[in-house]
């Protein structure tokens, strides 16, 4: 199993920026896929980014390319989701979650807030 931490939700006005962090611990996490997702109550949770942790690679949602930048320290085990040019629908829980290549999400973190204002 591995634990997840997330750090750096908050308050920002339209067109602002957050970075979000994302901290695992438990397991050697080479052979993992971290994701980001997020979550607005009364819906689904709904796909943000991943980032294959060996190889670098990176998939993002439609509604957030080229604004959101996901990246990982090996060093540090951490994954980062650096979020620009915000907007009012980027506002949600943000949840960082971990898993086994090819094998889906089987940790997640306890969620952060990001509320971005109009």
């Known amino acids: 199993q591995v634990q997840l931490v997330e750090s750096g939700g908050g308050l920002v006005q339209t067109g602002g920026s957050l970075r979000l962090s994302c901290t695992a611990s438990?397991?050697?996490?080479?052979?993992?896929?971290m994701g980001w997702f997020r979550q607005v109550p009364g819906k689904e949770r709904e796909f943000v980014a991943n980032?294959?942790?060996?190889?670098?690679?990176?998939t993002y949602a439609d509604s957030v390319k080229g604004r959101f930048t996901i990246s990982r320290d090996n060093a540090k085990n951490t994954g980062y989701l650096q979020m620009n040019s915000l907007k009012p629908e980027d506002t949600a829980v943000y949840y960082c979650a971990a898993g086994r290549h090819g094998q889906g999400y089987a940790d997640w973190g306890q969620g952060t807030q990001v509320t971005v204002s109009s």
């Open positions: 980032i294959n942790w060996s190889a670098g690679t990176t």
């Open positions: 438990g397991r050697t996490f080479s052979s993992y896929v």
